[in-house]
């Protein structure tokens, strides 16, 4: 039985990450899509001492070892329910590299994840997955998610976004 191991992202992990964001990327159909630079990744997930005084980041990473060999991470933020008063978790990227699927990981990252969630008082945890993906979709399932196909995703981005922002009012 292999030994999996999830630890948090460290500054030395950012080539790391956005290795495996390129590969997710790709596993997405997307490979143009992750244009992430290391000093942004790095300013996300550890902050700017230098310009906010803290080093806190506005996202947090954990990474997932098989062996000891770095294999998969999960990279979250908190978000808020007006209703509930109380925080949440949301999952934007999971990744297990595919040597490593099967071995338990991608379950592990979502309990640590989990627990992270608990011991912080968030109301609940949450993530999209593309419609398409099949075997995420089963996995999740498996683990007690539920669809919440009621609800429907919109995005504003890239020219949209800047459009809307020049827009008077």
Not at 36 to 41: G, H, L, R
Not at 50 to 77: N, Q, S, Y
Not at 100 to 125: N, S, Y
């Amino acid at each position: 039985m292999p030994t999996i191991t999830i630890r948090p992202a460290t500054p030395g992990d950012i080539g790391l990450i956005l290795d495996l964001v390129r590969e997710l990327a790709e596993y997405e159909r997307e490979p143009g899509a992750a244009v992430a630079t290391p000093e942004q990744m790095r300013r996300a997930l550890f902050g700017d001492p230098a310009r906010d005084g803290k080093g806190a980041g506005i996202a947090e990473c954990v990474m997932g070892e098989v062996d000891g060999v770095p294999a998969g991470f999960a990279l979250f933020f908190h978000n808020f329910s007006t209703w509930t008063g109380r925080p949440g978790i949301y999952l934007e990227d999971l990744f297990v590299r595919p040597h490593a699927r099967g071995v338990g990981l991608g379950k592990a990252l979502l309990k640590h994840l989990a627990r992270i969630a608990v011991e912080r008082g968030c109301g609940r945890f949450q993530w999209s997955v593309l419609d398409w993906n099949t075997p995420a979709i089963d996995f999740y399932k498996s683990l007690g998610a539920e669809a919440m196909d009621e609800w429907t995703v919109y995005r504003v981005h890239e020219e949209a976004l800047t459009r809307l922002a020049a827009e008077g009012g």
